[in-house]
C-alpha cells in the first residue's frame, strides 16, 4: 500500500520544480496521439480546458456529461475572480509568485503539498494570457491594462474579474475552445448521460458506464485512460450553494473501485449567504463577500427577538465580530465569521426563519459614503438578493447566514494529477491538491484552469507514452461486469417501492452533516451522527418511493442514485472528521482550540493528508497517511485579533 | 400580504417528443409566498410522488439565474412576468392567492420536446459549433496586456457575453429566430481587437448555421430583447447585420 501514497513530488528545490518535471515527461509523436482515446467525465472549467487542449494536440477525446450542454456546468456561478502573480516588473515576478504561494499554504493551513502550491502560482500568469486570447472580457484600467481587486485573505490586489461573473466568462472560454475542438472532430461529445461505475483492468481505468438520462439505457464507453471532472459534492448537506445536480457520484464509484479519498472531511463554509426561508428551500444563494467590506453584522441582544431591526435602537443591537475582533472586525476570514454566527445563533438570538439567520447592516455605510456609490459597487447583488427576499437591502438589513459552498476533500491524486489508480487523472474540485484544509478566495478558478490547460495535457500524455497496451478481452469481461453491477443497483432501488420521495431522505441527511459535521464538530456530535446517517440509510433502503414512468427518463431515480452515494460518502467524512484530533483551517473541532477560541492545529501528528482506501472485501475503509514536509516555509499560526 | 398562498397550475404534460400531450391541472395549497415557482413545483411533485404520478419534468440546475438550465412559459411569457429575471428566480411572491399559473414548454421547431417542460437546445450549441469562438490554442498566447482594451469596449463585450443560452430569445419570436442569441456572441467577440479579423468569417458560418437548424428570420418584434433575463440589446441584431 505504501507505494500507492507515493506523491511522485520534483526532487530538490520546490521553485522550478514543475519545469524539471516537464523536461523528464515523455512525449508521444503528434501523428499517433489519435490512437488515444481518452474519456473526461464533467465540462467544467477543468473538464472543458483539459478537453480542449489535449484534444488540440491531437488525442480523441469523448467529453461525457449530465448537462444538456457544456456551458451549464456549476463553474459557470463562480462569482469573485481569479487570481493570479503578475507584476508588469519582471524583476518582481518572484517576488508576486512567493507571495500567492505563501497565501495559498498558509490559508490552507498547511495541509497541501508545498510543490503544488508553488506550481500553481508559477503557471497562474498564463492562465490570463490563455483566457484573454480566447475573448475573455476581464475588466481593465482606464489605460487598457487589465485591472484588478483585492480578495479575502489577501493583502494585495491580484484577483482579475469580470464583474461578479468570473466563472461564466472563463467557462465560456473554455466552452468555446471545446466546441471549436468538436467542429474540427476532435471531440465527441456526451450530454445527458450519468457516469455510474468505472471500468478497472489490472488497477488501470479503461472506460465507464454511463446512463442516457433520456431513453434510460446504459452503456459502455471504452478508453486508454479516464479523466474525472466532476466538482466538488457540498449538496451532502442538501442546502448548499451548489448546483442541484452536482453529486459525487463519479468519484464515489472510482472510490469504492479502488481510487483513495483524501480528507473529505474538508469543506468550506461561506459566511455570506442567503438564509432559508420555508422548509421547501432548495438551495442556498451566496452573496458576494465583498459585502462585509461595507456591512456591518449583527444581532439583537434580546434573546428570540422578533422586532422588526429598523425598531431595534442602536444599544439593543450586538455587533458581534466587532465585538470579538476589534481589529479585524466584520472582515474576519471566512471560517471565524461562520463559526461565531452559528454559535451565536444556536444560543437563541439567531432571526429569521428557524432563528438561523444574522444581519448584514449597510445603513452606516449607505450614511458615509451615500447611496449612488453603494449601489454602483454592489449593484446586481442587491438586485439578486431583492429578488430572492423580497426586500430591500439598502432600506433593510440583510439576513445572511452561513453555507457549504466548496469541499477541498477529494480523490488522493500525486503531483502529477494522477490517483492510486493507473490512468485515472482527477481535476478540479473533485481531486485534492492545493487547497489544504481551506481555500483561498479566487483560487477555485484559478487551479481548475492549471489542471486543464497546462498539467493534466502534460502529464496525461506523459502517462499514454508508457502505458500503450490494453488487453481488450480483459476490458470487454470488465466492462460487462461493471455494467452488470449498475443494472443491479438500479433494480434495487425501483424495487423499494417505500412511500417516501428521495428529497425527504436528502434532506434529512442535510440537516445531520451540517449540525453535526458542519461548521464544527465535537467527538461526541460526530459519533453520534455515524449512528444517524446509518439510520437514515436503513429508512432510505427500505421506505423509498420511486414513481413508475412510461419511458427511461426518471429524475427521482437519477437523485436516488446519487444520494446512496452522498450517504456513504457522509460516513467517510464523518470517520474522517472523528480521527483528525486538531483544528485546521475549515476543520474545526471543539476539543482542539486556543484560549481565544481559535483552531490548535496538531503539527506533530496531523502534518499529513489522511488517505482512505475502500477495502471491498468485508466494505470497510483503511486509513493511511502521506505527509507533508515544509521546505519552503515555515510551519507558523495565524492570527487575526 | 398573506404568508401562504393556494395556486392553481395548469400544466402541459407530454410522455416524449413522439407522444400526445395535453394540460394537466393541479391544485397546490399551503405555498410559501417566500419560495421560487420551482420550489413549489417540487412541493407538487413530492405529493405527485407519493400518490405514485410522474413527477413534472422541467430543466433547472443551479437556481441561481445563471446556468441557463431553467425556462419555460409562465402564462404565455418566457421565464414569466418579472423583467430580467431567469424562471428559477421567479418567487411565489409575484402572485396573487388562488392565481391560476399556465405552464408550457419553449415552443419552436428547432427545440424538440422532451418531455412535459423540458426541450432540447441543441441547436443553440450547434451554433456556437459552426464558429463562435476564436482559432487560439492552448500555450500560444502573448501577453494579456499586449494590446490594450478600453474599460468601455471590454464592458460592452462583457454584456454581450452575459448571455446564458437559454433560448428564451427564441422562445419569444413569433420566429422562433436566434438572431439575438447569434448577434450577442457575435458581438462579444467582434468588439475586441483580437476579433476584429475573424468578423465577416463567424458571421457567415453562424447565420448559416441558423438556416440549418431551422431557426426562422428575425421578426423585427423586439420580443427577444423584452424576455431577455441578461437584457441583451436587440440593437445587436442591427449591428450583426451591418458586419
Given at each position: 500500500m505504501n507505494n500507492c501514497i507515493n506523491p511522485n513530488l520534483p526532487s530538490g528545490d520546490v521553485e522550478g520544480g514543475w519545469q524539471k518535471t516537464i523536461k523528464n515527461l515523455t512525449n508521444i509523436p503528434s501523428e499517433s496521439k489519435n490512437k488515444f482515446q481518452i474519456i473526461i467525465v464533467g465540462c467544467g472549467l477543468s473538464g472543458s480546458s483539459a478537453a480542449a487542449t489535449l484534444a488540440e494536440e491531437g488525442f480523441k477525446i469523448k467529453l461525457i456529461t449530465y448537462h444538456d450542454s457544456p456551458r451549464r456546468a456549476h463553474s459557470v456561478s463562480a462569482q469573485g475572480g481569479i487570481n493570479a502573480a503578475r507584476s508588469p516588473?519582471?524583476?518582481?515576478?518572484?517576488?508576486?509568485?512567493?507571495?500567492?504561494?505563501?497565501?495559498?499554504?498558509?490559508?490552507?493551513?498547511?495541509?497541501?503539498?508545498?510543490?503544488?502550491?508553488?506550481?500553481?502560482?508559477?503557471?497562474?500568469?498564463?492562465?490570463?494570457?490563455?483566457?484573454?486570447?480566447?475573448?475573455?472580457?476581464?475588466?481593465?484600467?482606464?489605460?487598457?491594462?487589465?485591472?484588478?481587486?483585492?480578495?479575502?485573505?489577501?493583502?494585495?490586489?491580484?484577483?482579475?474579474?469580470?464583474?461578479?461573473?468570473?466563472?461564466?466568462?472563463?467557462?465560456?472560454?473554455?466552452?468555446?475552445?471545446?466546441l471549436r475542438q468538436v467542429k474540427l472532430g476532435n471531440i465527441e461529445l456526451i450530454t445527458k448521460r450519468d457516469v455510474l461505475d468505472l471500468v478497472i483492468v489490472n488497477n488501470v481505468a479503461r472506460g465507464v458506464i454511463t446512463r442516457n438520462l433520456v431513453n434510460g439505457n446504459l452503456e459502455t464507453h471504452k478508453a486508454n485512460c479516464v479523466v474525472l471532472a466532476t466538482g466538488g459534492y457540498s449538496n451532502v448537506y442538501y442546502l448548499s450553494t451548489n448546483s442541484l445536480k452536482s453529486n459525487a457520484t463519479a468519484i464515489w464509484r472510482a472510490h469504492k473501485r479502488g481510487a483513495n479519498f483524501a480528507n473529505p472531511s474538508f469543506t468550506q463554509i461561506h459566511p455570506t449567504c442567503i438564509p432559508p426561508a420555508g422548509s421547501y428551500q432548495s438551495k442556498l444563494t451566496l452573496m458576494s463577500e465583498s459585502l462585509r467590506n461595507d456591512g456591518r453584522i449583527w444581532l439583537p441582544k434580546k434573546i428570540n427577538s422578533q422586532d422588526d431591526p429598523e425598531n431595534i435602537p442602536e444599544h439593543e443591537r450586538d455587533y458581534f465580530l466587532e465585538r470579538q475582533y476589534p481589529k479585524y472586525g466584520n472582515l474576519v476570514p471566512r471560517d471565524v465569521a461562520s463559526r461565531r454566527a452559528k454559535e451565536i445563533c444556536e444560543k437563541g438570538f439567531g432571526i429569521g426563519f428557524g432563528g438561523k439567520g444574522v444581519y448584514l447592516d449597510l445603513k452606516d455605510s449607505i450614511n458615509k459614503n451615500g447611496l449612488k456609490v453603494i449601489k454602483a459597487k454592489y449593484g446586481n447583488l442587491l438586485e439578486m438578493y431583492e429578488r430572492i427576499v423580497g426586500e430591500d437591502p439598502t432600506k433593510v438589513p440583510m439576513k445572511i447566514y452561513p453555507a457549504p459552498h466548496y469541499t477541498m476533500g477529494g480523490l488522493w491524486v500525486d503531483y502529477n494529477l494522477m490517483s492510486n489508480i493507473g490512468g485515472l487523472f482527477v481535476l478540479g474540485e473533485a481531486n485534492y491538491s492545493v487547497h489544504g484544509a481551506n481555500r483561498l478566495g479566487a483560487n477555485a478558478l484559478l487551479q481548475c484552469l492549471c489542471d486543464g490547460y497546462f498539467i493534466s495535457p502534460k502529464t496525461i500524455t506523459s502517462w499514454l507514452a508508457n502505458n500503450k497496451e490494453i488487453d481488450n478481452k480483459k476490458v470487454d469481461e470488465a466492462c460487462k461486469e461493471a455494467l452488470n453491477s449498475v443494472d443491479k443497483k438500479i433494480k434495487v432501488l425501483l424495487k423499494i417501492k417505500g412511500d417516501k420521495p428521495v428529497d425527504y431522505f436528502h434532506r434529512t441527511l442535510g440537516e445531520i452533516m451540517i449540525s453535526k459535521c458542519g461548521i464544527s464538530r465535537n467527538r461526541k456530535d460526530l459519533e453520534f451522527a455515524l449512528e444517524e446517517v446509518e439510520k437514515l440509510n436503513k429508512n432510505f433502503k427500505s421506505n423509498l418511493k420511486i414513481p413508475e414512468t412510461n419511458s427511461g427518463l426518471n429524475v427521482e431515480l437519477e437523485k436516488a442514485l446519487r444520494l446512496e452515494d452522498f450517504i456513504e460518502l457522509s460516513k467517510l467524512m464523518i470517520k474522517d472528521a472523528i480521527e483528525r484530533e486538531?483544528?485546521?483551517?475549515?476543520?474545526?473541532?471543539?476539543?482542539?482550540?486556543?484560549e481565544e477560541g481559535e483552531a490548535k492545529r496538531n503539527d506533530d501528528f496531523f502534518s499529513h493528508i489522511a488517505v482512505w482506501e475502500f477495502n471491498s472485501d468485508n466494505n470497510s475503509h483503511i486509513r493511511y497517511s502521506e505527509e507533508l514536509n515544509f521546505k519552503k516555509i515555515g510551519l507558523n499560526t495565524r492570527n487575526y485579533k | 400580504m398573506k404568508d401562504f398562498i393556494s395556486i392553481k397550475f395548469k400544466v402541459w404534460r407530454q410522455d416524449s417528443y413522439e407522444s400526445r400531450g395535453s394540460y394537466e391541472e393541479f391544485i397546490l395549497e399551503r405555498v410559501s409566498v417566500n419560495i421560487s415557482l420551482l420550489e413549489a413545483l417540487d412541493q407538487l411533485n413530492e405529493k405527485l410522488i407519493i400518490q405514485n404520478i410522474r413527477p413534472i419534468t422541467f430543466d433547472h440546475d443551479c437556481r441561481e439565474g445563471i446556468c441557463g438550465s431553467c425556462g419555460f412559459l409562465i402564462n404565455g411569457q418566457p421565464h414569466g412576468p418579472k423583467k430580467a429575471t431567469t424562471t428559477c428566480q421567479l418567487y411565489m411572491r409575484n402572485f396573487k392567492d388562488n392565481a391560476l399559473i399556465i405552464l408550457e414548454p419553449w415552443r419552436a421547431q428547432s427545440f424538440p420536446i422532451i418531455q412535459d417542460l423540458s426541450v432540447d437546445r441543441n441547436a443553440l450549441d450547434k451554433l456556437i459549433i459552426a464558429g463562435g469562438y476564436f482559432p487560439t490554442e492552448t500555450g500560444k498566447a502573448p501577453d494579456a496586456n499586449l494590446i490594450p482594451i478600453s474599460p468601455e469596449k471590454a464592458f460592452s463585450s462583457f454584456e454581450t457575453a452575459t448571455c446564458i443560452g437559454c433560448g428564451a430569445c427564441v422562445a419569444g419570436c413569433k420566429n422562433a429566430s436566434s438572431s439575438l442569441f447569434v448577434a450577442a456572441k457575435l458581438a462579444h467577440l467582434g468588439q475586441l481587437p483580437q476579433g476584429i479579423n475573424g468578423k465577416k468569417d463567424r458571421s457567415r458560418k453562424m447565420r448559416k448555421q441558423m438556416n440549418i437548424e431551422g431557426f426562422g428570420q428575425c421578426s423585427n418584434n423586439l420580443e427577444c430583447e423584452a424576455v431577455c433575463p441578461k437584457e441583451i440589446s436587440a440593437d445587436w441584431i442591427s449591428w450583426m447585420n451591418k458586419i
Open positions: 516588473e519582471e524583476e518582481r515576478n518572484k517576488v508576486v509568485i512567493d507571495q500567492l504561494f505563501k497565501d495559498t499554504v498558509i490559508g490552507g493551513d498547511f495541509r497541501a503539498r508545498e510543490a503544488s502550491c508553488q506550481r500553481l502560482s508559477e503557471i497562474s500568469s498564463s492562465i490570463i494570457n490563455q483566457c484573454v486570447s480566447q475573448g475573455v472580457p476581464f475588466a481593465r484600467e482606464y489605460d487598457g491594462t487589465l485591472a484588478t481587486r483585492r480578495f479575502g485573505g489577501a493583502v494585495v490586489s491580484r484577483t482579475f474579474y469580470a464583474r461578479g461573473q468570473t466563472g461564466q466568462q472563463l467557462l465560456y472560454g473554455a466552452y468555446q475552445a471545446l486538531e483544528s485546521c483551517g475549515a476543520h474545526f473541532r471543539e476539543e482542539y482550540q486556543t | -
